[in-house]
């Protein structure tokens, strides 16, 4: 058997005041979530619980997000979590603060014959 994608969701958050680059990331995975429904899982039958979970956040810092904050926000299967340059920083005019803006790719994978 072998690992194979069956969903792929994206979705984009961000966080208009503060520069919070977690929450920017958390907002971009519930939008992903949101587009999804998980309902081809129990159509055939497959456990929830040993669906292989792969996040992608894209934000401009990535050392400034929690992974483990955004692995804890997904409520099924074996999760994982890769932080990578991408995304979109916004400062406003007086250079005083940061609009973050954070892209997500979700995927699920099953494994299947």
Known sequence: MALKRVILEMGAGNDL???????????????????SSLSLI?????DSKTMQVE???GVQEPSKVDAAAVKASLPHGQVTVKVVKGGLDVPDDSGTDTAVIASAAVAVRFDLP
């Open 17 to 35: 005041h503060g520069g919070d680059y977690t929450k920017a990331a958390l907002r971009a995975v519930q939008d992903a979530l949101h587009h």
């Open 42 to 46: 129990r159509s055939l039958g497959l």
């Open 55 to 57: 996040v992608t956040i």
